[in-house]
């Protein structure tokens, strides 16, 4: 297990939740290239992207499970990190229904699904690991554009807008509740980039997100409060 991030020129720590593919691997990959420790966490049990990265960095990246939908996994993770100080918790999590379904024909598991994984399950995890996180860091959430309420001007994905909605009213409440400490928040708003989730069509790469996204990230630490973020640092309307 790799040092405390704090003090004695060690190396700062990043938890990613959620690093094992996607933008949540690609922030790994380049918080690992900044000469961070990174603490990475994949949902099963299976080989991942996230350990072949944790190969190319034998003692920089350290890959965790958890499921974030189940309670005591969540526990499990905080019971393991216990030792640890983070200099950044970063919860990337995210799913979604079929966006062609109208909002009257979702099903209630379908809305179900996607409001814990999306919503309720990173807010669990924030409120069990924040008291690892340096009272100068920052705490983050992957949010979306399309959680913006203002900016909502087709009406279209439904379920996937709310849940990041109140991924973001989750996210100002811990804020809220620490409004005294020198903690900084943010929310980031990725764009729309090529993968999984995103699919073909979008117009930014991973390459082109991510790297600048993570300079908002590194950026955010020295600014105490909360911000929602796109990736090029600019504030994205609530």
């Not at 994984?117 to 924030?126: D, E, F, H, Y």
Request: glycine share 10%.
């Amino acid at each position: 297990m790799s040092a405390p991030s704090t003090g004695g020129g060690t190396a700062p720590t990043i938890l990613i939740v959620g690093a094992s593919r996607g933008l949540g691997r690609a922030m790994a990959a380049d918080f690992l290239k900044r000469g961070w420790h990174v603490v990475g966490t994949v949902r099963g049990t299976t080989r991942t992207d996230l350990h072949d990265l944790a190969d190319e960095y034998p003692g920089g990246l350290d890959v965790e499970h958890v499921d974030i939908t189940e309670p005591s996994h969540i526990a499990a993770l905080r019971d393991r990190l216990s030792d640890r100080v983070l200099d950044i918790l970063f919860v990337n999590a995210g799913t979604t229904n079929d966006a062609d379904t109208p909002i009257g024909e979702v099903s209630t598991e379908d809305f179900v699904t996607v409001m814990v994984t999306n919503a309720l399950s990173p807010r669990r995890v924030i409120e069990a690991l924040q008291d690892l996180v340096s009272p100068t860091g920052l705490i983050g959430a992957m949010s979306s554009g399309q959680g913006s309420i203002a900016n909502n001007t087709n009406g279209l994905r439904e379920v996937y807008r709310s849940s990041k909605a109140a991924l973001n009213q989750f996210v100002r409440s811990v804020a809220a509740h620490q409004a005294d400490t020198g903690r900084a928040f943010v929310l980031m708003a990725p764009g729309w980039v090529r993968t999984e989730l995103g699919g073909p069509e979008a117009p930014l790469t991973i390459e082109q997100s991510v790297p600048r996204l993570v300079d908002v990230l590194v950026a955010k630490r020295d600014r105490p409060g909360l911000e929602y973020l796109d990736y090029l640092g600019r504030t994205v309307p609530w």
